[in-house]
Nanobody
């Protein structure tokens, strides 16, 4: 089992940057595929980015491709999401997620077993 705690959210102006972190505790972080999702008010939770066990494979939603970069440091049990050129549409609660069922990139919510509590990102225009 793994516990996930996100941090790094906040209020930023459009065009600015934020770096989210997801600290994992528990066993064998390097054996979990990881992902970032977000949920805006009144909307369903949506995929943002995901990484394989090693971080060697990544995937991004079309809405963030070229602006967001996901990385993981298995030695520090931490997943990161660098968010640049932020837009008001990026405003949401951001969640990190983990699954040990797959080693590759996982982009759907139902395949993840563990979730953090979320961190709020607000982008003002």
């Amino acid at each position: 089992q793994v516990q996930l705690v996100e941090s790094g959210g906040g209020l930023v102006q459009a065009g600015g940057s934020l770096r989210l972190s997801c600290a994992a505790s528990g066993r064998a972080f390097s054996r979990y595929a990881m992902g970032w999702f977000r949920q805006a008010p009144g909307k369903e939770r949506e995929f943002v980015a995901a990484a394989s066990w090693t971080g060697g494979s990544t995937s991004y939603s079309d809405s963030v491709k070229g602006r967001f970069t996901l990385s993981r440091d298995n030695a520090k049990n931490t997943l990161y999401l660098q968010m640049n050129s932020l837009k008001p549409d990026d405003t949401a609660v951001y969640y990190c997620a983990a699954t040990a069922r797959y080693g590759g990139v996982v982009t759907t919510t139902r395949e993840y077993d563990y979730w953090g509590q979320g961190t709020q990102v607000t982008v003002s225009s």
